[in-house]
């Protein structure tokens, strides 16, 4: 078995493994090196000639909005325990954005609602991830925190608790939509988040 | 080894499995069921602890513009070799989207170009897709085929290959396209595709 391509922590990465050492098609060690046709290193299967590509992945979530207030959960589960977000989640197999959104808003707060269009996509590249908020209606009040909330309740915006915030995906998205109500009209909005700690410049 | 939870096309997925037998991180069968804090089946190792989630994968690309042309290859590869497509190809680790649909420019057409916004995301759940294109203006006509390319050409509206198409997300797309340059004005859209072949409905 070749030496993997890079360090992987394992406590951000476990129990979800993105470093792969076996082939899932046939059990044997992968090698990872650039394939014929190919221009990056990638895990493949000498013995049945499997190349496992990896991708970034979607989390897909809402902007639940009730008259002046905007619904945040408090997240049960880590990463970021004990912190609040939008309800959001890792989109699954078989399904739209805009389902795997209102799916989330109602599994993350139990909440109903009336999808509205797309709001955010944002690209966090250091994470391996794209983001992407649709605008959301309250069909009522009768949301309750789910298996993966401590607590779910309706915010203005004065009572954001921005330094509570899960995510800076959360914070920009909170951040572009009260910005675009105040303008009295909601764009799509596509930012990329650069990594929280910056390369040390050589030399330094 | 458990049964798999279906059955896959080996000629949609080979070289690149989705239907995982092993674990990645360890190399023991992994069985299929749903983990306790969870709501839909995983592949599972009982011998690391792993779970293996997969998810949708994003496909990125522009519409990359030359005055009234637009800029078509036609595929070198499977799946729909000898196809008119829009440069497009997965999203890579460590990219954002509009990086990614800039250098699948640059590989399958060699085309240098200034990128402009988000145009369409496009859902395919049939294909566990998310496919993402550009505005983008080429900055010169310098362009040649990749490896993956047969051939690169400026079409007008009126003389696009419509039934040479490659894929459903790029006839989307550039439809969309002539329909906004008309209007004067380019939106944001979110279409979803539904799969080509429907449901047959139960007694017919």
């Not at 992407?132 to 949301?143: E, H």
């Not at 909170?174 to 303008?183: A, G, S, T």
Request: aromatic residues 10%; glycine residues 6%; hydrophobic residues 40%.
């Amino acid at each position: 078995m070749t030496a993997p391509p890079r360090a992987l922590d394992p406590l951000t990465y476990f129990p979800a493994p993105r470093l792969q050492h076996f082939c899932s098609q046939c059990g044997t060690p992968v090698t990872y090196r650039v394939p014929a046709d190919d221009n990056r290193e990638r895990a493949l299967c000498d013995h049945c000639g499997a190349v496992h590509y990896q991708n970034p992945r979607l989390v897909v979530g809402t902007v639940p909005v009730w008259g002046e207030h905007v619904l945040l959960c408090r997240r049960a589960i880590e990463p970021r325990h004990g912190y609040w977000t939008l309800p959001a989640g890792f989109m699954e197999l078989g399904e739209t954005t805009l389902q795997g959104a209102e799916r989330e808003t109602q599994e993350e707060a139990g909440a109903r609602v009336e999808m509205g269009n797309l709001f955010t996509m944002i690209d966090v590249p250091s994470a391996e991830q794209v983001h992407v908020f649709y605008l959301a209606r309250l069909l009522d009040t009768d949301f309750a925190p789910g298996p993966e909330s401590l607590e779910t309740q309706l915010f203005l915006e004065a009572d954001i608790p921005w330094e509570e915030l899960a995510f800076r995906t959360v914070s920009t998205t909170l951040e572009l939509f009260f910005e675009d109500r105040r303008k009295g009209s909601f764009g799509v909005h596509t930012p990329t988040l650069a990594p929280l700690r910056a390369a040390v410049p050589a030399g330094s």
